[in-house]
């Protein structure tokens, strides 16, 4: 199984970036992904996920309007949408996978989720 994560880069503030997060060894329409945010020295942060099997998609309210996650069933991937780029916003960016169970449903949220992770793509946010 690998999880490519891309797309980042630096960007001016109130720009819009997509990253992509293209996997293997895994078919979208049986695993639940999602997209995770560390900054430095922080804890990785939930950003959205998206459950495969029905297009269910859940994000924490600090996240809505400005963070979409979709599917691109064609190639197997996932992208984020960030519009309105802030520099609280610079971070490096995971994807991640799980079968997509009810223990996931409910946990989608926790990294701990998880069973399959890509490497990260860094977005810098700066004027």
């Known amino acids: 199984v690998q999880l490519q994560a891309s797309g980042g880069g630096s960007v001016q503030p109130g720009g819009s970036l997509k990253l992509s997060c293209a996997m293997s060894?895994?078919?979208?329409?049986?695993?639940?992904v999602g997209w995770f945010r560390q900054a430095p020295g922080k804890e990785r942060e939930w950003i959205s996920s998206?459950?495969?099997?029905?297009?269910?998609?859940y994000q924490p309210p600090s996240k809505r309007g400005r963070f979409t996650i979709s599917r691109e069933n064609a190639e197997n991937s996932m992208t984020l949408q960030i519009n309105s780029v802030k520099p609280d916003d610079t971070g490096v960016y995971y994807c991640a996978a799980a079968w997509s169970d009810t223990y996931w449903s409910n946990n989608n949220h926790d990294k701990n989720a998880y069973d399959y992770w890509g490497l990260g793509t860094q977005v810098t946010v700066s004027s």
């Open positions: 998206l459950r495969g099997t029905d297009g269910q998609t």
């Open positions: 060894g895994i078919s979208l329409n049986q695993y639940g």
